[in-house]
């Protein structure tokens, strides 16, 4: 939460267009620099912050510092990429910008994004570090792009002369499939000298990493709570189910020829549509049967809510769909019948074999077929001694 | 400054300002975090030899102090080593937030080059004449005794008088009649 008045250089030199980050590497500053506008100022309403070019024609200053996020969004747009970047006199510039903010109550402080290579002296840098450390300014220097000879060295002297206590930072950021203004958002840059990370920061840390798919179902339970939330539930009820239906007894009764056929057609269709995508569409399958067979009166919303995602792509796959869940509704029996089919090892072989994007000999396909097996056998030791109750249920 | 005033001696009705010092607007530009401005001005620390207001980046210091109110600057002591301690210090009143690169943009209010007494601990007389309204002082340390990279200060004290203002506590309602 200090009070701080901000200055930004940006890099706006030929070395930009080079694409190893991001879009373009000028592309990754722009976004790097508007996550940092927007976490300063969110951290202190009465921050301010201004932005500069350093290469082109010369050193520009696009706007002075204030605290109107849209003033700085959109001075970024229409830059043009040229020239070679000047860092001393980008950063005597934002020095001398920072002296003449209005509010002389705030720290000051320069952000440099440094991706070309840097023609200065060392000394030259020393000198001008000292000079910033004189007049309490502090440097943060994001160090990406070009890495040719001495940059670095040159970079961590300027650092050395400026910080004082730790509240300056250098940051090298290597090309890489994670974007700029990700990497940037751990840094101290970005969470302050140890006051602990803004509330900005962190949110927008987890929503990367979420986009990155750390989440269990590939959805972020930030963006779409009520998906993660169904497609959970409906893990837990097959699971449910599974262990369920190992118990129940297999029934043996003549509607399992009429309703087996029925169900035979439904499961087929659906096996074939339901999983004809790819390996990774073998989960939803799995799930869709297993919402097939739910207890119709607690899942029915989720039922829908999955089976409508999947029916969207494929009407043959709704017209199945809307079959199972009908027959779902009317017979619970019936259910008995789907697992006693799945646990036939070879039924179940035939039917993959079929699919045409689904490999027999594929390991996780074997894993699943293990599974399925290995709930089969529970069952059928259970059915000879259910064989009486189901009598009764007759 | 006048040599003739009283080098030693502080003037009658002279004070120590230090209870007028607005602490909260205190700064030091140049300070080594370690050897900060309060070791040279606070009560009790000033007179510590061993905590000294040290400088950090090149031998230069410079100090804004404001004051409570109104006051007069009549003299004031900077104490220091032989070597390290200051030797030429220009005194600017009422000038808000200066900087290193403007205290040549304006001449100071006043002058004044440390012998070795001062040092010591004899008063500075200033030009009284210029400091009858100061709200503000800046203290610019330009150099040192001996050049060298870091200039050290033992005390800063500031003798003068407070300019007649009202006193609050002397308000007395009106009666109603």
Not at chain 2, 89 to 98: D, I, S, T
Request: include cysteine.
């Amino acid at each position: 939460m200090v009070l701080e008045a901000t200055m930004i250089c940006i890099d706006n030199s030929e070395w930009m267009r080079n694409g190893d980050y991001g879009p373009s590497r000028f592309q990754a500053q722009a976004d790097a620099v508007n996550l940092i506008c927007g976490a300063k100022t969110q951290s202190n309403p009465e921050n301010t912050v201004g932005v500069l070019t350093m290469a082109g024609k010369g050193v520009r200053v696009l706007v002075t510092p204030t605290s109107d996020l849209g003033k700085i969004l959109a001075c970024m747009h229409g830059l043009e990429i040229g020239g070679e970047m000047n860092l001393a006199a980008g950063i005597q510039v934002a020095q001398l910008a920072l002296k003449h903010r209005q509010n002389k109550k705030q720290q000051q402080r320069i952000i440099v994004f440094a991706g070309s290579p840097v023609k200065h002296e060392k000394k030259t840098l020393e000198m001008i570090g000292k000079k910033l450390k004189k007049n309490s300014v502090t440097l943060d220097i994001v160090n990406f792009g070009e890495d040719d000879e001495g940059k670095t060295e040159k970079l961590e002297a300027l650092l050395a002369a400026v910080n004082n206590n730790d509240t300056s930072h250098i940051v090298h950021i290597p090309a890489g499939p994670n974007a700029l203004s990700d990497v940037l958002l751990s840094t101290p840059i970005f969470t302050g000298d140890g006051e602990g990370g803004s509330g900005f920061a962190a949110s927008a840390a987890a929503a990367a990493a979420g986009g990155i798919s750390g989440f269990e179902f590939g959805v972020d339970p930030n963006l779409d709570p009520e998906l993660a939330l169904a497609l959970r539930v409906s893990m837990e009820e097959e699971r449910a189910r599974q262990e369920a239906a190992a118990k129940k007894a297999a029934e043996e009764s003549s509607k399992q020829e009429k309703g087996g056929e029925e169900q035979d057609a439904t499961m087929t269709e659906r096996a074939s549509e339901g999983a004809s995508e790819a390996d990774n569409k073998k989960n939803e399958f799995l799930q869709a049967l297993a919402m097939s067979m739910d207890e119709p009166a607690s899942s029915q919303d989720l039922q829908d809510t999955e089976m409508s995602d999947a029916a969207a792509e494929d009407p043959e796959l709704a017209l199945a769909l809307q079959l199972s869940v009908q027959d779902s509704a009317k017979d619970s029996s019936s259910q008995a019948d789907m697992s006693k089919l799945l646990a036939d090892q070879s039924f179940v072989s035939s039917i993959l074999a079929s699919l045409p994007g689904v490999d027999p000999n594929n390991p996780s396909v074997k894993e699943v077929l293990a599974s399925m097996q290995s709930q089969s056998e529970p069952q059928q030791k259970q059915d000879e001694d259910k064989a009486p109750k189901e009598e009764d249920k007759k | 400054m006048s040599a003739a005033e009283s080098a030693t001696a502080i003037h009658r009705n002279q004070v120590d300002l230090l209870d007028f010092i607005d602490w909260s607007g205190v700064e030091c530009l140049n300070q080594s975090s370690s050897h900060p401005l309060p070791n040279a001005l606070k009560q009790g620390y000033r007179e510590d030899e061993g905590l000294n207001l040290e400088s950090d980046a090149d031998e230069q210091l410079l100090i804004y102090i404001p004051f409570t109110q109104v006051i007069k600057l009549h003299s004031i002591v900077v104490m220091g080593s032989e070597e390290d301690g200051p030797k030429t210090v220009k005194l600017f009143a009422n000038r808000e937030h200066m900087g290193f690169s403007n205290v040549s943009d304006f001449p100071p209010s006043d002058t004044a080059v440390l012998s070795q007494d001062n040092l010591k601990g004899k008063p500075v007389v200033v030009k009284y004449v210029k400091f009858q309204n100061v709200r503000s002082l800046t203290i610019f340390i330009e150099d040192n005794q001996s050049g060298s990279e870091i200039t050290k200060v033992q005390k800063i004290a500031l003798y003068g008088s407070t300019v007649e203002t009202a006193d609050m506590k002397g308000l007395k309602k009106i009666e109603d009649h």
